[in-house]
């Protein structure tokens, strides 16, 4: 197993309502229209990500999951990688529900996006100071 743990930051205007989609992001929140953001401030894009954890995600249908934690709750998001993911983004991270794949996208085929998160975590995500820790990782399901 490959995993890559950094942090991100929580913003009062985080709305995790997004059906299909998760963001993480470097910058912050510029539009209500960005509901699948759940974290900003991020320490890395996809591109940022160590090289053995995208080569071992370039593997069709091998598990990948997104773990967020923050003051003592956790919400894990399981996929899978596949052969055309890039991660060649330097601002953003996108776990996706469908099978699209860009610079941006993380994983695919995701058992979760933004809306479907623990709401008691999202209210969390709201709080100004909050410090989100960001896993990923490749090989094992979580």
């Given at each position: 197993?490959?995993?890559c743990s950094f942090l991100a930051r929580g913003d009062p205007r985080i709305t995790a309502e997004h059906r299909t989609t998760i963001e993480i992001t470097k910058?912050?929140?510029?539009?209500?229209a960005g509901d699948?953001?759940?974290a900003t401030g991020a320490e890395l894009g996809t591109a940022g990500l160590p090289e053995a954890l995208k080569n071992a995600a370039r593997v069709k249908g091998v598990p990948m999951a997104l773990i967020l934690e923050a003051e003592g709750l956790r919400e894990v998001v399981s996929g899978m990688?596949?052969?055309s993911l890039t991660f060649s983004d330097e601002?953003?991270?996108?776990?996706?529900?469908?099978g699209y794949t860009c610079g941006r996208t993380l994983m695919i085929k995701?058992?979760?996006a933004a809306k479907d998160l623990d709401r008691r975590f999202v209210k969390l995500l709201r709080r100004k100071g909050c410090t989100v820790k960001v896993t990923v990782t490749v090989g094992e399901k979580a």
């Open positions: 197993m490959v995993r910058e912050g929140i510029r539009s209500d699948c953001i759940v990688g596949d052969p601002e953003e991270m996108v776990v996706r529900k469908s995701s058992d979760k």
